[in-house]
């Protein structure tokens, strides 16, 4: 609780006598059995400090109740209650909420003499913590907001600041460094309550789907105006910093804690605590080696909110249009699984729900299976390819469905003209061979691709009969070549070279149709 200087010496004059221990107690009313009729009490004597009484005896007290309970049905009636065994526990050694002293001066009989005469005050940390539980019984989410106008404020404290700084008004300096160091504080504590009240809002959205879908634009657009002002103004609020920092950082800190009226500071105390409040600003808006001013995360902050509440948004949407909220089917999913007959239900059940399988092993075969010996073990083995598919989702790659017929005519006219020209070559070499025959002359490229050609089929079509090789004959819509057993063989002399026949001879005649034709010229 003490803050003590290099010097080991107190930079307080050792006044907070209270550990942490004692703060604590202080809340022990809120745990009472009667803790409403407390709440109350307290406040009637907050009442009554309101016009300066500080100092209440228990009859004033009971005035106060009843002048709530004209506002408040709540208030509890004060013949109900013991108010001085209240005020008591309130002022006792272990809760010190309140201060009691005996004031004699009240008396105005020897009867009353002979009383107690007890009035009871708020200490000062008594009242703080009544403060604080008041804080906390009236928060509202409503309340929550971020303060945009606040910038422009802040802006013309800092240059009012340097101005006061140069012209050494030391009143005007603690003036403006004090009203910054709470203007920010109290941004800071918006901000936090804000997104906080947001996150609250995501997690029971689900039961108030209405209330978020009416205030979802205004939402939207005031954290969109507070991002706006924030990096509109951010730049000149650090220029602005860096002009009171020309203008003497030390000693404007100097004539602040020159200037501050709390008395029961050490002078270095105080100047520390205002060079720890300087550091705080200066971090809102400039940045200290590589990290970030409070201003850009406070920046980045607002647009995650804005990001999640857009989040938030389509996941209303959703469960508007669907009826139902993914929060909504996991409890009833829940629900049913906890109803489950057995454990195997729920374990067959929550698996199809959420498509849970069983580990899946995947095998494969080798292309080549006689490349891999079968006493080679998996680990020496060479491994197989798995496709995605089967790897991924367990499922084999489909073969796919069939291809587009694609029409080539140009190609297909090209090679229809090809093999017609083709055609029309071999169909002259044989008429050439034809007329001129096979023999005494060299054959050209076009006949000798024709003799072979027919000589092939000739060829494969001769059969044994009686261990002896028959003639063989092969046809095209030409002629007809026939091999003839020679003794003497025969031969054809090409532009390649020489083509032997042995104990072959070869006949070369017209066939069908070209016979025919030939036949009828006169």
Known sequence: MFQRGDSGVSESFDLDSL????RLRLFNFTQRDEHVAYLWVLRAMNVLRAVHQLQVHPDDVANALKELAT?????????DLNLRAMLDNLSSDNEQVLYRVEDPL???????????QSVYQFTEIGYRVYCAVEEVIGSRVQDANLSRLVFADILADFKALATANREGDRDEVYRKLARLD?????????????YLTLNDVARTTDVSPETFLRYKHTLLAHMSEFTAEL???APRL????YEVEDSGVETLLERAAAVDERPMMRPAARLEDWRRRWTGLRQWFLADGTGETKAVQLQGATRSAISGVIALLRQVT????????RTTQLRHLAAWAAGAPDEQAANALVSAAFDLRSVRH???AHDDDDQISPRATWWDAPGVEVSISLFRHGKRPAPGGPQPVRTRRGAHARLREQQLADRAADREAATDLLDHGPHDRVLNAAEARAVLKLLTRALQARTVVAGRLRSGTGNSDVLTLRLVPNEHGSRLRTETGTLHLPGFALEIKPHGAMRRRRTEKP
């Open 71 to 79: 506002a408040h049905d709540e208030v509890p009636s004060a013949t």
């Open 19 to 22: 550990t942490v221990g004692d």
């Open 231 to 233: 990096e509109r103004y």
């Open 182 to 194: 709470s203007v920010l504080a109290d941004m800071t504590q918006r901000a936090a309550r804000f």
């Open 106 to 116: 009240r008396c105005g009989n020897l009867a009353a003499y002979r009383n107690r």
């Open 318 to 325: 959703e469960s508007r249009r669907g009826g139902v909220s």
């Open 238 to 241: 650090a220029e602005a910093v």
């Open 362 to 364: 995947l095998s494969g």
